[in-house]
T-cell receptor, first 112, second 113 residues
Framework: QKEVEQDPGPLSVPEGAIVSLNCTYS??????FMWYRQYSRKGPELLMY????GNKEDGRFTAQVDKSSKYISLFIRDSQPSDSATYLC????????????FGQGTILTVHP | DSGVTQTPKHLITATGQRVTLRCSPR?????VYWYQQSLDQGLQFLIH???????AKGNILERFSAQQFPDLHSELNLSSLELGDSALYFC????????????FGPGTRLLVL
């Protein structure tokens, strides 16, 4: 079983919808949680960075971390066609200094 | 643009050959990380260097090696290439060596024929 599980989708939503992306993990040492966005043939781009449990909001994006359930989420409000990309969750912590463990990525398409 | 540069963008080579991928971190970043992205394995951590010293190794094959030079750029050497080594190779950088935000370069797409 992988340390980080992420539904690969694909996920297709209409413009303006609220998108919910999720990851679960098994390593209780993870304390740092990130969401990256990757457009086709590009490098991952950091969207959100969260330490420990709680919520963080940045514009249309909200990241939630529930360490008790080992579950993290990314919500995208008022989704736009330009949000169409692969979204990757990533985590680190404990003895894995600097090493990011990624989910498989969810492919999102927002259609006009 | 993350500020991390990688060369070359594309590389096509034959099985058994050796290639070198290059990465320049963002200005001021001391850490360089290498990742491999393939369709079946996703993004996998390979190795981490901080200020010239190896700090962590992940799922890196013995045929692969890396180093970070005094000017902080890094090279990933892949030898005795196999078809299965075809993948995207990303470099990322961060300021320190622990848990900091990592910024990714545009990647090198390697195709082994």
């Amino acid at each position: 079983q992988k340390e980080v599980e992420q539904d690969p989708g694909p996920l297709s939503v209409p413009e303006g919808a609220i998108v919910s992306l999720n990851c679960t993990y098994s390593n209780s040492a993870f304390q740092y949680f990130m969401w990256y966005r990757q457009y086709s043939r590009k490098g991952p781009e950091l969207l959100m960075y969260t330490y420990s449990s709680g919520n963080k909001e940045d514009g249309r994006f909200t990241a939630q971390v529930d360490k008790s359930s080992k579950y993290i989420s990314l919500f995208i409000r008022d989704s736009q066609p330009s949000d169409s990309a692969t979204y990757l969750c990533a985590m680190s912590g404990g003895t894995s200094y600097g090493k990011l463990t990624f989910g498989q990525g969810t492919i999102l398409t927002v259609h006009p | 643009d993350s500020g991390v540069t990688q060369t070359p963008k594309h590389l096509i080579t034959a099985t058994g050959q050796r290639v070198t991928l290059r990465c320049s971190p963002r200005s001021g970043d001391l850490s360089v990380y290498w990742y491999q992205q393939s369709l079946d394995q996703g993004l996998q951590f390979l190795i981490h260097y901080y200020n010239g010293e190896e700090r962590a190794k992940g799922n890196i094959l013995e045929r692969f090696s890396a180093q970070q030079f005094p000017d902080l750029h890094s090279e990933l050497n892949l030898s005795s290439l196999e078809l299965g080594d075809s993948a995207l190779y990303f470099c990322a950088s961060s300021v320190g060596s622990r848990q900091e935000t990592q910024y990714f370069g545009p990647g090198t797409r390697l195709l082994v024929l």
